[in-house]
């Protein structure tokens, strides 16, 4: 998988947005762009993942910049609860059997100040 | 949603014994699923990839006679870490992916098991 670069913490009031920078130069045309958090003490989940065009879901938005270089995940109104790890993750299209393995680099610990 | 359910969410056990966590997919059917580890403040590091019905494939540096990997039916794999020591003392995790959403869906992943080895 293409390598990420995520800075390693950041910080955020709590009900302010949040913007988690991503940068991923080497990736490829195949590649989506996965975001996952991890809580503290708990297995990771999958917040969103998109190849070229923005995307939104309800916990979070994801933008990808043009050429595909970088990406930036949004949380709109952070919560206590939104302090995690964040992990951007590239993840080449699989056309095998429908399952994959996820490389997690460090991601970017985000803490949330009330 | 699916769902991945790992069992126990904790366990202490002593230096010399074996110890086996189970993970398992709720609702959707995972012929593969994947073991990870992460010891304190570090990442996430695939261990080996779990195959129903055949043997699973071990990551560089996992020993396989160690860390026994049983896949034996499509909702169910187990870990087992056999004569653990204390520097197996970690955080292991389970993950799986629902097939039925096609070839780009999320990874969902099991709440993890505490390992202490005193």
């Known amino acids: 998988d293409a390598k990420t670069t995520q800075p390693n913490s950041m910080e955020s009031n709590e009900e302010e947005p949040v913007h988690l920078p991503c940068n991923h130069s080497?990736?490829?045309?195949?590649?989506?762009i996965h975001w996952y958090r991890q809580l503290p003490s708990q297995g990771p989940e999958y917040v969103i993942h998109?190849?070229?065009s923005n995307v939104n879901n309800r916990m979070a938005s994801l933008a990808i910049a043009e050429d595909r270089k970088s990406s930036t995940l949004i949380l709109h109104r952070a919560t206590l609860r939104d302090a995690a790890v964040y992990y951007c993750i590239l993840r080449e299209i699989y056309s095998g059997a429908g399952s994959y393995q996820l490389t997690f680099g460090k991601g970017t610990k985000l803490s949330v100040i009330p | 949603g699916a769902v991945v359910s790992q069992h126990p969410s904790r366990v202490i056990c002593k230096s010399g014994t074996s110890v086996k966590i189970e993970c398992r997919s709720l609702?959707?059917?995972?012929?593969?699923m994947f073991w990870y580890r992460q010891f304190p403040k570090q990442s996430l590091m695939l261990m080996a990839t779990?195959?129903?019905?055949?043997?699973?494939?071990?990551e560089q540096g996992v020993e396989k006679d160690k860390f026994l990997i049983n896949h034996a039916s499509l909702t169910l794999s187990t870990l087992t870490v056999t004569s653990a020591h204390p520097e197996d003392s970690s955080f292991y995790i389970c993950?799986?992916?629902?097939?039925?959403?096609?070839?780009?869906?999320?990874?969902?992943f099991g709440q993890g098991t505490r390992l202490t080895v005193v």
């Open positions: 080497t990736i490829s045309g195949t590649d989506y």
């Open positions: 993950s799986a992916r629902d097939p039925r959403g096609g070839e780009n869906t999320e990874a969902f």
């Open positions: 609702d959707f059917q995972a012929t593969t």
């Open positions: 998109g190849l070229t």
């Open positions: 779990s195959n129903e019905g055949s043997k699973a494939t071990y």
